[in-house]
Protein backbone atom coordinates (compact mmCIF):
# COMPACT_ATOMS: atom_id res chain seq x y z
CA UNK A 1 0.00 0.00 0.00
CA UNK A 2 1.78 3.44 -1.12
CA UNK A 3 1.88 5.87 2.14
CA UNK A 4 -0.05 8.51 2.52
CA UNK A 5 0.96 12.13 1.13
CA UNK A 6 2.30 14.84 3.89
CA UNK A 7 -0.49 17.20 4.59
CA UNK A 8 -0.19 20.41 2.29
CA UNK A 9 -0.19 23.80 3.71
CA UNK A 10 -1.76 26.07 1.44
CA UNK A 11 -0.35 29.99 1.70
CA UNK A 12 -2.43 31.61 -1.12
CA UNK A 13 -4.95 34.26 -0.14
CA UNK A 14 -8.14 33.31 0.96
CA UNK A 15 -10.14 33.54 -1.94
CA UNK A 16 -7.46 31.20 -3.90
CA UNK A 17 -6.84 29.15 -0.82
CA UNK A 18 -9.87 27.67 -0.55
CA UNK A 19 -10.05 27.06 -4.26
CA UNK A 20 -6.88 24.93 -3.90
CA UNK A 21 -7.75 23.04 -1.01
CA UNK A 22 -10.74 21.81 -2.76
CA UNK A 23 -8.95 21.01 -5.73
CA UNK A 24 -5.96 19.10 -3.46
CA UNK A 25 -8.92 17.25 -1.62
CA UNK A 26 -10.40 15.68 -4.73
CA UNK A 27 -7.27 14.12 -5.72
CA UNK A 28 -6.59 12.67 -1.94
CA UNK A 29 -4.79 15.20 -0.88
CA UNK A 30 -5.24 16.14 3.07
CA UNK A 31 -4.70 20.24 2.61
CA UNK A 32 -5.30 23.11 5.27
CA UNK A 33 -5.54 26.72 4.06
CA UNK A 34 -2.68 28.82 6.02
CA UNK A 35 -3.19 32.66 3.97
CA UNK A 36 0.00 34.27 3.98
CA UNK A 37 -1.14 37.26 2.36
CA UNK A 38 -4.37 39.38 3.48
CA UNK A 39 -6.42 41.42 0.33
CA UNK A 40 -8.39 44.34 0.92
CA UNK A 41 -9.77 47.06 -1.16
CA UNK A 42 -7.64 49.82 -1.90
CA UNK A 43 -8.11 52.74 0.28
CA UNK A 44 -5.89 55.95 -1.10
CA UNK A 45 -7.52 58.36 -2.47
CA UNK A 46 -5.49 58.88 -5.58
CA UNK A 47 -5.47 55.46 -6.37
CA UNK A 48 -9.01 55.17 -6.30
CA UNK A 49 -9.89 57.96 -8.77
CA UNK A 50 -7.36 56.27 -11.14
CA UNK A 51 -9.17 52.84 -10.71
CA UNK A 52 -12.42 54.91 -11.21
CA UNK A 53 -11.12 56.80 -14.37
CA UNK A 54 -9.57 52.93 -15.98
CA UNK A 55 -13.69 51.46 -15.09
CA UNK A 56 -15.01 54.11 -16.77
CA UNK A 57 -12.94 54.00 -20.30
CA UNK A 58 -11.61 50.74 -20.29
CA UNK A 59 -12.26 50.73 -24.74
CA UNK A 60 -9.32 53.18 -24.29
CA UNK A 61 -6.65 50.63 -24.26
CA UNK A 62 -5.20 47.81 -26.31
CA UNK A 63 -5.63 45.66 -23.61
CA UNK A 64 -6.11 45.45 -19.65
CA UNK A 65 -3.24 43.25 -18.15
CA UNK A 66 -4.15 41.61 -14.78
CA UNK A 67 -1.80 40.35 -12.27
CA UNK A 68 -4.09 38.21 -10.78
CA UNK A 69 -7.16 37.00 -9.89
CA UNK A 70 -7.48 39.00 -6.77
CA UNK A 71 -6.91 42.54 -9.36
CA UNK A 72 -9.89 41.45 -11.71
CA UNK A 73 -12.25 41.02 -8.58
CA UNK A 74 -11.52 43.81 -7.39
CA UNK A 75 -11.38 45.70 -10.86
CA UNK A 76 -14.55 43.87 -11.54
CA UNK A 77 -16.15 45.18 -8.24
CA UNK A 78 -19.43 43.14 -8.56
CA UNK A 79 -20.59 45.45 -5.29
CA UNK A 80 -20.18 48.61 -7.26
CA UNK A 81 -23.45 49.97 -8.76
CA UNK A 82 -20.92 51.20 -11.66
CA UNK A 83 -19.35 47.92 -12.22
CA UNK A 84 -17.96 47.73 -15.35
CA UNK A 85 -19.14 45.20 -17.95
CA UNK A 86 -16.26 43.58 -20.33
CA UNK A 87 -18.81 42.69 -22.41
CA UNK A 88 -19.62 46.46 -23.53
CA UNK A 89 -16.03 46.60 -24.64
CA UNK A 90 -15.43 43.21 -26.01
CA UNK A 91 -16.40 44.73 -29.73
CA UNK A 92 -13.44 47.40 -29.85
CA UNK A 93 -11.14 44.68 -29.70
CA UNK A 94 -9.96 45.38 -26.14
CA UNK A 95 -8.21 42.29 -24.72
CA UNK A 96 -8.16 40.88 -21.13
CA UNK A 97 -4.39 39.20 -20.18
CA UNK A 98 -3.93 37.00 -17.35
CA UNK A 99 -0.26 35.75 -16.35
CA UNK A 100 -1.90 32.51 -15.47
CA UNK A 101 -4.87 30.30 -15.57
CA UNK A 102 -6.26 31.20 -11.93
CA UNK A 103 -6.47 34.65 -13.40
CA UNK A 104 -8.11 33.42 -16.51
CA UNK A 105 -10.51 31.50 -14.65
CA UNK A 106 -11.36 34.75 -12.19
CA UNK A 107 -12.38 36.99 -15.86
CA UNK A 108 -13.97 34.00 -17.00
CA UNK A 109 -16.14 34.48 -13.20
CA UNK A 110 -17.15 37.96 -14.07
CA UNK A 111 -18.12 37.12 -17.33
CA UNK A 112 -15.13 38.22 -19.81
CA UNK A 113 -16.02 35.79 -22.71
CA UNK A 114 -12.70 33.30 -22.73
CA UNK A 115 -12.42 34.13 -26.41
CA UNK A 116 -11.40 37.49 -25.42
CA UNK A 117 -8.53 36.26 -23.06
CA UNK A 118 -4.94 35.66 -23.63
CA UNK A 119 -2.41 33.88 -20.91
CA UNK A 120 0.27 31.80 -21.27
CA UNK A 121 0.00 28.35 -23.55
CA UNK A 122 -0.71 25.45 -21.03
CA UNK A 123 2.10 23.90 -21.48
CA UNK A 124 4.53 27.24 -20.40
CA UNK A 125 7.30 26.22 -18.06
CA UNK A 126 6.23 29.28 -15.83
CA UNK A 127 2.94 30.98 -15.77
CA UNK A 128 4.39 34.89 -15.19
CA UNK A 129 4.42 37.64 -17.22
CA UNK A 130 7.55 36.23 -19.05
CA UNK A 131 5.45 33.21 -20.25
CA UNK A 132 2.33 35.44 -20.99
CA UNK A 133 4.15 38.21 -22.91
CA UNK A 134 5.91 34.99 -25.21
CA UNK A 135 1.71 35.15 -26.82
CA UNK A 136 0.82 38.90 -26.16
CA UNK A 137 3.81 40.62 -28.36
CA UNK A 138 1.95 40.48 -31.54
CA UNK A 139 -0.76 42.49 -30.40
CA UNK A 140 0.91 45.50 -29.40
CA UNK A 141 1.99 47.91 -32.03
CA UNK A 142 2.96 52.01 -31.77
CA UNK A 143 0.97 53.85 -29.82
CA UNK A 144 -1.04 51.27 -28.00
CA UNK A 145 -1.80 51.52 -24.32
CA UNK A 146 -1.72 48.82 -22.07
CA UNK A 147 -3.51 49.05 -18.18
CA UNK A 148 -1.98 46.58 -16.02
CA UNK A 149 -4.15 46.37 -13.06
CA UNK A 150 -2.48 45.43 -9.95
CA UNK A 151 -2.09 45.40 -5.71
CA UNK A 152 0.39 46.92 -4.18
CA UNK A 153 1.60 46.44 -0.80
CA UNK A 154 1.84 48.53 2.66
CA UNK A 155 5.21 49.01 4.05
CA UNK A 156 5.74 48.29 7.74
CA UNK A 157 5.51 51.94 8.24
CA UNK A 158 2.08 52.09 6.45
CA UNK A 159 3.40 53.94 2.96
CA UNK A 160 2.86 52.60 -0.05
CA UNK A 161 4.90 51.33 -2.42
CA UNK A 162 4.66 53.58 -6.21
CA UNK A 163 1.67 52.47 -8.71
CA UNK A 164 4.40 50.93 -10.77
CA UNK A 165 5.93 48.13 -7.91
CA UNK A 166 9.26 48.09 -6.55
CA UNK A 167 11.79 47.90 -9.07
CA UNK A 168 12.04 46.90 -12.93
CA UNK A 169 8.72 46.17 -14.29
CA UNK A 170 9.70 43.81 -16.96
CA UNK A 171 6.47 43.50 -18.72
CA UNK A 172 6.08 47.71 -18.77
CA UNK A 173 9.32 47.55 -20.52
CA UNK A 174 8.91 45.04 -23.17
CA UNK A 175 5.63 46.88 -24.23
CA UNK A 176 7.36 50.20 -23.88
CA UNK A 177 10.18 48.98 -26.40
CA UNK A 178 7.83 47.84 -28.61
CA UNK A 179 6.07 51.48 -28.80
CA UNK A 180 3.62 51.12 -26.45
CA UNK A 181 2.59 52.78 -23.67
CA UNK A 182 1.58 51.30 -20.08
CA UNK A 183 -0.25 52.65 -17.70
CA UNK A 184 -1.12 51.15 -14.12
CA UNK A 185 -3.98 51.45 -11.66
CA UNK A 186 -4.07 49.52 -8.11
CA UNK A 187 -7.42 47.74 -7.35
CA UNK A 188 -6.23 46.22 -4.37
CA UNK A 189 -4.16 46.00 -1.42
CA UNK A 190 -1.71 43.21 0.09
CA UNK A 191 -0.84 43.09 3.95
CA UNK A 192 0.64 40.55 6.44
CA UNK A 193 -2.09 37.82 7.95
CA UNK A 194 -3.17 38.56 11.69
CA UNK A 195 -2.76 34.90 12.67
CA UNK A 196 -5.60 33.66 15.33
CA UNK A 197 -3.66 31.32 18.16
CA UNK A 198 -4.64 28.48 16.51
CA UNK A 199 -3.38 29.23 13.41
CA UNK A 200 0.31 30.36 14.95
CA UNK A 201 -0.09 26.46 16.60
CA UNK A 202 -0.62 25.10 13.06
CA UNK A 203 2.42 26.91 11.62
CA UNK A 204 4.29 26.18 14.11
CA UNK A 205 3.36 22.20 13.94
CA UNK A 206 3.62 22.36 10.30
CA UNK A 207 7.45 23.77 10.61
CA UNK A 208 8.58 19.93 12.19
CA UNK A 209 5.63 17.21 11.17
CA UNK A 210 6.64 16.80 7.52
CA UNK A 211 3.83 18.86 6.39
CA UNK A 212 4.40 20.62 2.59
CA UNK A 213 4.47 24.48 2.47
CA UNK A 214 3.09 25.17 -1.07
CA UNK A 215 4.55 28.33 -1.69
CA UNK A 216 2.97 30.46 -4.15
CA UNK A 217 4.78 33.86 -3.60
CA UNK A 218 7.93 35.62 -2.21
CA UNK A 219 5.87 38.36 -0.34
CA UNK A 220 4.41 35.46 1.58
CA UNK A 221 7.54 33.78 2.50
CA UNK A 222 8.66 37.17 3.98
CA UNK A 223 5.11 37.74 6.03
CA UNK A 224 5.45 34.29 7.39
CA UNK A 225 8.97 34.70 8.35
CA UNK A 226 7.53 38.40 10.05
CA UNK A 227 4.71 36.38 11.69
CA UNK A 228 7.06 33.69 13.29
CA UNK A 229 10.23 35.66 14.45
CA UNK A 230 12.66 33.47 15.70
CA UNK A 231 11.00 30.15 14.11
CA UNK A 232 13.37 27.70 13.16
CA UNK A 233 12.60 26.51 9.88
CA UNK A 234 15.16 23.64 9.14
CA UNK A 235 12.92 20.89 9.41
CA UNK A 236 10.63 22.50 7.34
CA UNK A 237 9.30 21.65 3.93
CA UNK A 238 8.79 23.74 1.22
CA UNK A 239 7.22 23.30 -2.63
CA UNK A 240 7.51 26.37 -4.39
CA UNK A 241 6.01 27.14 -7.66
CA UNK A 242 8.53 29.51 -8.94
CA UNK A 243 12.65 30.00 -9.15
CA UNK A 244 12.49 33.28 -7.44
CA UNK A 245 9.81 31.93 -4.58
CA UNK A 246 12.15 28.82 -3.76
CA UNK A 247 14.86 31.25 -3.30
CA UNK A 248 13.51 33.01 -1.04
CA UNK A 249 12.55 30.04 1.02
CA UNK A 250 15.79 28.81 1.12
CA UNK A 251 16.85 32.57 1.82
CA UNK A 252 14.07 32.38 5.49
CA UNK A 253 15.73 29.04 6.17
CA UNK A 254 13.13 25.96 5.25
CA UNK A 255 15.09 22.77 4.65
CA UNK A 256 13.94 21.13 1.98
CA UNK A 257 12.80 23.32 -0.69
CA UNK A 258 11.28 21.40 -4.27
CA UNK A 259 10.48 23.18 -7.43
CA UNK A 260 7.29 23.14 -9.48
CA UNK A 261 4.79 24.67 -12.12
CA UNK A 262 1.79 26.41 -10.71
CA UNK A 263 -0.32 24.01 -12.07
CA UNK A 264 -2.44 21.53 -10.49
CA UNK A 265 -1.33 18.64 -12.29
CA UNK A 266 2.36 19.49 -11.38
CA UNK A 267 1.89 20.46 -7.55
CA UNK A 268 -0.04 17.20 -7.25
CA UNK A 269 2.18 15.25 -8.73
CA UNK A 270 5.13 16.47 -6.86
CA UNK A 271 3.38 16.22 -3.64
CA UNK A 272 2.67 12.48 -4.51
CA UNK A 273 5.96 11.50 -5.92
CA UNK A 274 7.92 13.35 -3.10
CA UNK A 275 10.26 14.49 -6.24
Not at 16 to 36: K, N, T
Not at 166 to 171: P, Q
Not at 210 to 218: E, P
Request: hydrophobic share 45%.
Amino acid sequence: MAAAAPRVIVTRPDREAAHWVEQLGAHGIQAVALPLIAIGPCTDAAALRALDAARANPSAYRALMFVSGNAVVHFFDQNRPDAPDFHAFVATKTRAWAPGPGTARALEQVGVPRSAIDGPAPDAPQFDSEALWQQVAPQVRPGDCVLIVRGRSATPQGAHESPQGNGRDWLAQQIEARGGQVEFVVAYQRGAPHFAAHEVALAQQATQDGSIWLLSSSEAVAHLAQTLPGQHWGAAQALATHPRIAEAARAAGFGTVRECRPALEDVVASIESGA
